[in-house]
């Protein structure tokens, strides 16, 4: 029974798509574009990094990572010469400068606002009933049913 479980927790392990004829020789450099890897979209799969994704383009960039790893670049611009070729959108994780941080400020400053006209409405409603009142005929009425 637990030989079963754990042959298929061994068959439940992820499939990365990365192929053996992509691999780089050095272990250490392998292990860099995979850490790198997990940080870049596939821009076919949207919110599949490149390591899992099987997809033509996906393979394009895994391969041209490698290319930069193996010419000595860093991760840094490794990552650089990635965006300069397919643009801010294949990072999972964008960047907060430029015109990102429009997308990283729109999120609060809704809530913000939001909750401002909450507030004003509520607040509006709360004046309105204040000034609205009952009538005189309304209290009398109110009085007589209410036995004061």
């Not at 940080?39 to 899992?52: A, H, K, P």
């Amino acid at each position: 029974m637990i030989r079963a479980l754990l042959l298929l927790l061994a068959l439940a392990t992820p499939v990365w798509a990365v192929e053996l004829d992509e691999m780089l020789a050095d272990p250490a450099q392998e292990a860099r574009a995979r850490d790198l890897s997990k940080g870049l979209r596939c821009l076919v799969c949207r919110n599949e990094n490149i390591d899992d994704s099987h997809a033509t383009i996906a393979r394009d960039l895994r391969l041209f990572l490698r290319e930069r790893i193996a010419a000595g670049d860093t991760d840094e611009q490794a990552i650089a010469a990635i965006v300069a070729r397919y643009g801010e959108y294949v990072l999972l994780n964008p960047t907060t400068g430029g015109a990102n941080i429009l997308l990283w400020l729109a999120g609060p400053l809704l809530l913000l606002l939001g909750g401002g006209i909450a507030v004003a409405t509520l607040r509006r409603r709360a004046v309105a009933a204040e000034v609205t009142g009952l009538s005189e005929e309304e209290q009398a009425r109110l009085r007589e049913l209410t036995g004061d």
